[in-house]
């Protein structure tokens, strides 16, 4: 089922015929909206059909429409109503031929038009959904139903310009009870850069439903206000405590303050859902994991590397699975979720680096080595594969060959500060003071506050015999760092040279 599907449900196919199918053209009690342009009056064979559906007799009230199309084959809603029942026992094509006979019938039925576009998108035929929903439109250019499903149907596409479009005339046409296309255009809101716009939408409704309390949280998330996100999530919460969409998000956020104790709380739900949602497990991973759980947050990790997860959120959970097995010094272990990595993502150059990554970490850096040659290889331009090829190679006594990478990982990323201070610590270690200081000094120009840097070229003009430089150098290094070990040490040397 489509989010757009997934958002109305049943709303246009559970209908209470009689009550909806006698009302005036302004009044509905569907989200369709108008229904009757044009209705005949003669419409009380409706009721027993009505029954027939609300207590489930689906055949029979199939049988009672028919009966009726044998007496009045051009009655519009007939036909709809027949569309209704036959959607109703999963015939998708004879509810889309009996919807097709009603607006051939009436071409102004704006609910067939908008009934055969949410049978058509239920069915997972997104284009034929747009076109139905668009002739709406084309009918009544204002209409708020056939707006929000396209507005909801474009952002499921990224088509984010034209999801505001009609989102925004979906709240701008809509009676100010109804919130669905309001929540939807939050969201996009959310995912434009607009959150301020999201609170001035939504804010002023209290009796906001699950979704827009999800939008408003979000969007106060993204303003950087972690408490008052957590407390929108937990208002909605409060009123549907099985919606696990907000406890996904509030236990994200927890995740991300760092309360671990209440998003493990909050995550177990979601965690535990059928079928396995990737993000909740891995989340949950991370919190169990944050508080020494090593057996519990592994198997949420595995469970969200097994889910039906996207790239991103794959690489996350094997990646977080194998630090959580080096952890625990499974070695082994580790080394086969990075393998998987690297089979599941092979064109991501981050799932090289982690597989490398872990076998660095455990001391095999001959086989870190040739995993990084082999990544590199299909990655030259990577910044971040040739520094940790160069740390490995460092740790393998290479210290030219890891000059090389070093130098080839600044040329790539000239503006990356790691890269930079690594190549002078080579190039110290080599015994090119000279150019170690100019390289720690440009590092400088990157961020005239890196303390490290100051304490290695406070450290080479002191071995020059400038205790002067090296004594001002030490001081601002100490100060940055707040007296961090290494600039502290280097300042006593100082000190005591003077």
């Not at 056939?146 to 909801?152: P, T």
């Not at 086989?367 to 520094?387: G, M, N, T, V, W």
């Amino acid at each position: 089922m489509s989010s757009v599907s997934s958002r109305f449900g049943h709303a246009v196919f559970f209908p209470l015929i009689f009550t909806i199918f006698t009302q005036s053209a302004q009044a509905s009690t569907l989200e369709a909206g108008p229904l009757l342009p044009d209705a005949p009056q003669a419409t009380a064979y409706l009721l027993p059909i009505s029954r027939a559906l609300d207590t489930g007799d689906i055949a029979g009230a199939e049988t009672l429409v028919r009966a009726r199309l044998d007496d009045a084959p051009d009655d519009a809603i007939a036909w709809e109503v027949l569309g209704v029942t036959l959607s109703m026992r999963g015939d998708v094509t004879g509810a889309d031929a009996a919807y097709a006979k009603a607006v051939t019938l009436e071409p102004k039925r704006l609910s067939a038009w908008i009934k055969r576009g949410d049978l058509a998108d239920a069915s997972g035929h997104t284009p034929e959904a747009l076109g139905h929903w668009a002739a709406a439109l084309k009918i009544a250019p204002g209409y708020a139903p056939a707006h929000e499903r396209l507005g909801i149907a474009y952002a499921d596409t990224n088509d984010l310009p034209r999801a505001l479009t009609h989102l925004e005339a979906a709240v701008a046409a809509q009676d100010t009870a109804k919130l669905g296309a309001k929540a939807e255009l939050a969201f996009v809101y959310n995912r434009i850069g607009r959150p301020k716009d999201t609170i001035a939408l939504l804010s002023p409704q209290d009796d906001g439903t699950a979704r827009m309390r999800l939008a408003l949280g979000n969007a106060h998330a993204q303003l950087g206000d972690p408490k008052q996100a957590l407390e929108t999530y937990q208002k909605g919460i409060d009123a549907a405590p099985d919606n696990i969409a907000l406890l996904k998000a509030k236990g994200a956020l927890l995740v991300e303050t760092g309360d671990w104790p209440n998003a493990v709380v909050v995550l177990s739900k979601p965690a535990a859902a059928e079928p396995a949602d990737a993000f909740s497990n891995l989340q949950y991973a991370r919190a169990l994991l944050a508080m020494g759980r090593s057996v519990d947050g592994i198997a949420a990790a595995e469970r969200a590397a097994t889910a039906d997860a996207n790239a991103d959120i794959l690489h996350q959970a094997l990646s977080v699975t194998a630090r959580a097995h080096l952890m625990a010094r499974d070695f082994s272990a580790a080394h086969a979720a990075t393998t998987r990595l690297v089979t599941q993502l092979p064109d991501e150059p981050a799932s090289w680096r982690e597989h490398a990554a872990i076998q660095g970490a455990t001391g095999q850096y001959e086989a870190a080595k040739s995993i990084y040659d082999e990544a590199i290889a299909r990655f030259p331009q990577d910044a971040e594969l040739l520094r940790g090829r160069s740390i490995v190679k460092v740790r393998l006594n290479q210290l030219a060959s890891a000059a090389q990478d070093a130098a080839l990982a600044v040329k790539v990323a000239p503006k990356w500060l790691e890269a930079r201070f690594l190549l002078g610590e080579i190039q110290r270690a080599r015994g090119e003071n000279d150019k170690a200081e100019g390289t720690f000094r440009s590092a400088l120009t990157l961020d005239p506050d890196h303390w490290p840097s100051l304490v290695n070229i406070a450290t080479l003009r002191l071995a020059e015999g400038d205790a002067a430089a090296a004594s001002r150098l030490a001081q601002r290094a100490v100060t940055l760092s707040g007296n961090a070990q290494p600039a502290a040490d280097i300042l006593k040397k100082v000190q005591a040279q003077q």
